[in-house]
């Protein structure tokens, strides 16, 4: 069963149905959004967009896309998509969205396997990075792109199974708003010994966060159905893996020149991958 195109989109202007007409989408306003020559549109609105190119940069993305296709977190995709794929155990057709998709390396694992089910997919990598939604698109051409921030998300209510949110900025509201009443959103966030080796090198001194709090989003009839701690250690990680994994996480941006000079001496290192999956889901 192939990966299906999205049907319909909410326009970001005024929020009425947006339709595809050939390579334009548009609202009955006439409000307008071409189709890149990549396959996604832009959805962000310039008034909405707080600097002239917002999220990940170029280079962010092309180093973490090169980073994960090395495949150092595959054990974290692996656990994702099967977490995905028990939760939409026996439906025949799935709506997914990826809320800051980043390259969408994990969606497409995901992706993959619950294709292996034969249920008909709508997959959607949304990013507020062009250069993010442009190279999900290069990865797989049949993942939906849509460039849009999570404070408005240009799909219509009720349209989703499940949110994907990795390393991401939720915006609960939003994500409720989009889900069906059986929705999930699946979240994978940093534990306090995620990357260790490498924060102790570059920082004076190391601060052993929690897990961040999800508990806003525990109201009404949301509950965490789901917490599954993923601990494993990446392999010995080559020159380019450890530049490319400086570039594409904030440690590089945050270091001191002190602290950037003592991550460049480290060689042949393992780190410590600690992740959060949780999944909030509907009583
Ligand atoms: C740390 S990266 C994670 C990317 C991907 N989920 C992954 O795990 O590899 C965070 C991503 O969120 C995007 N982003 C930042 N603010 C956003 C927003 N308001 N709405 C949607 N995406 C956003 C960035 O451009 C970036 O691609
Ligand atoms: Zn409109």
């Not at 997959?123 to 797989?140: F, M, Q």
């Not at 460039?147 to 349209?159: E, G, K, T």
């Not at 069906?180 to 052993?208: C, F, Q, S, W």
């Not at 780190?271 to 949780?278: E, G, K, N």
Request: glycine content about 4%; some cysteine.
């Amino acid at each position: 069963m192939p990966l299906m195109p999205l049907t319909q989109l909410l326009c970001p202007l005024d929020q009425s149905a947006l339709l595809q007409d050939g390579n334009t989408w548009r609202c009955e306003n006439n409000h307008c959004f071409d189709i890149a020559k990549q396959g996604y549109v832009n959805l962000l609105p310039v008034q909405n967009k707080k600097s002239l190119d917002p999220g990940d940069s170029r280079e962010m993305i092309t180093a973490r896309r090169d980073f994960l296709n090395s495949g150092v977190y595959q054990p974290l995709a692996e656990a994702l998509a099967n977490t995905v794929d028990t939760l939409c155990d026996g439906r025949q057709q799935l709506a997914i969205l990826d809320a800051g998709c980043g390259e969408a390396y994990y969606l497409n694992t995901v992706c993959e396997q619950l294709l292996k089910s034969g249920v008909e997919l709508t997959a959607t990598g949304l990013d507020i990075s062009k250069w993010a939604v442009r190279s999900c698109k290069s990865r797989n051409a049949k993942l939906n792109g849509l460039v849009a921030s999570n404070r408005q998300i240009p799909l219509p209510d009720n349209s989703q199974d499940i949110v994907l949110c990795t390393f991401g900025f939720p915006v609960y509201s939003e994500f409720k708003r989009l889900l069906k009443p059986n929705g999930h959103i699946v979240m994978a966030d940093p534990g306090p010994e995620h990357l260790i080796e490498l924060r102790k090198a570059i920082y004076e001194t190391v601060r052993r966060n929690p897990v961040t709090d999800i508990s806003a989003a525990l109201e009404d009839n949301w509950h965490l159905s789901l917490s599954n701690n993923l601990q494993f250690t990446t392999p010995v990680l080559s020159a380019a893996q450890f530049e490319q994994l400086l570039v594409m996480t904030p440690h590089l941006y945050r270091a001191s020149r002190e602290g950037r000079e003592r991550a460049a001496k480290l060689q042949d290192i393992t780190l410590s991958a600690d992740v959060f999956i949780r999944v909030i889901s509907q009583t």
